[in-house]
């Protein structure tokens, strides 16, 4: 499976912005997804993760409360609705899909940046 993330650009602090993260295959249904980033210089980190079904998410402690992840397996895709945003924020955006057994995430695709300047 390879995952398509779209929807990063150019924000004032404070704005809000959706990410979109779109499969090509239907295997990406019965799997967790999760949102990572990666500023210039820095490592890849990660953002939130949501279960196949929507019912469990998780958040690093550096987004909690301002970012929210949800999808729609009708259309196969993740989204993160990312609110309040701070020049922190600014990095390339990419999403993956976890391996149930070996918790590892995989089906990189091409991310978007996410730019947050005034």
């Known amino acids: 499976v390879q995952l398509q993330a779209s929807g990063g650009g150019l924000v004032q602090p404070g704005e809000s912005l959706t990410l979109s993260c779109t499969a090509s295959e239907r295997t990406f249904v019965t799997n967790a997804v999760g949102w990572f980033r990666q500023a210039p210089g820095k490592e890849r980190e990660y953002v939130a993760s949501i279960s196949w079904n929507g019912g469990g998410t998780l958040y690093a402690d550096s987004v909690k409360g301002r970012f929210t992840i949800s999808r729609d397996n009708a259309k196969m895709t993740v989204y993160l609705e990312m609110n309040e945003v701070k020049p922190e924020d600014t990095a390339i955006y990419s999403c993956?899909?976890?391996?149930?057994?070996?918790?590892?995430?995989?089906?990189w695709g091409q991310g978007t940046q996410v730019t947050v300047s005034s």
């Open positions: 993956g899909v976890r391996d149930s057994r070996s918790q590892q995430y995989y089906g």
